[in-house]
């Protein structure tokens, strides 16, 4: 590849980014404002490569190795074509670093943004040349991850994001395309695998480690709901949940739970504090499910309906395409199915039949259905 990449922030998405592009043949500059990042970034991608060598996975980590350089000044960046920033998610700071990095760079280098949960059209509101901007959101860790979301701002000139989408492509990645709105496919459409987990076991129908099973042994997920938040943080699932219930003014489809607010404020954090809906200290009692293959049935039932209805909604208000939301779900987080295969192959009049009881028991907002999905239904329609 001709031209030189950026990555902004060493950090775990920054040095996973630039592992990506360097694999692709770039050469790559990271740069971090803070010289122990940048140190800790080239030690743990020597570290990486060397790994993948011994297994046969690349040739020479040394070659490899030496096409990045780690920089703790931004003028580096200045022969860029390319630039992802991935630094803390804050608005004001991304705001800053990307117009300064516009007085650096040339006037056709590519800005990127890696933000989670930020409005790309903010972060390219900052620029002189909004139209260079757009979101490239990769998913961690990024070497694994085949997923990226390419979102381009308001503002970003027609084309860049098909380029964009090639060149991901070229770095063998799987590029789908998300408007710019909260949460971006993946973020959003996960909502109610957590969410109505959640709720579930807040009112009483079943407990965590039932629920946990009815999703991987009827549902055929990797990991159950709870097991999964535990896995990434109650620092960073919850956080989501409530910036993408605070993006969408409120809609109380994204409503956070408080028993996974209190678990953060514990410092119950999952795996990682030991401690999460589970305990993972040594000789913790395990939580056993209960054996009812019907409960798992309802139970699974109802979180895949109310995630199949965030997707069709999701492909109604042109957030993505029908098949860029399947790949996001299958590639991003591993489901079993694609949520819009799921409906064809179950039928919407089924999924509308679990919606409309829910919400004609509880009389609920977060229980509406699409109205795509009922267009859909009156005409016999499928997704593919
Ligand atoms: N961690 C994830 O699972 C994940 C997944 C997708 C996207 N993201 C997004 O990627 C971005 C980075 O996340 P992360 O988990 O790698 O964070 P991190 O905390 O591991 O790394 C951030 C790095 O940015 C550096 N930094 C902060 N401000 C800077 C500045 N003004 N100039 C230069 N360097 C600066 C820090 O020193 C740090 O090394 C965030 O926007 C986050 O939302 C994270």
Redesign the pocket.
Known sequence: MEYLVGV???????SGIAQVAAMAGHNVVV????AA?AAQSRTSLERTLQKLAEKGKIGDAGALMSRFRFVTEMNALKDCGLVIE????RLD?KKR?FSEVEQIVAEDCILAT????LSVTSIAAACSRPERVLGL????PAPLMALVEVIPAVQTAPGLTDAAKTLMSAWGKIPVIARDTPGFIVNRVARPFYGEALRICEEGIADMATIDKAMTETAGFRMGPFTLMDYIGHD?NYVVTETVFQSFFYDPRYKPSFSQKRLLEAGWLGRKAGRGFYDYREGAPQQEPVHDPALWTAISERIIAMLINEAADALYLNIAAAADLDLAMTRGVNYPKGLLQWCDEWSTEKVLAILDGLYNDYHEDRYRASILLRKMNAIGAKFF
């Open positions: 902004i922030g060493a950090g775990a998405m920054g740069y971090d404002m803070d990042a991935a630094i803390v998610e700071v670093v890696n933000t989670s949960s959101h990769f998913f961690n960073v």
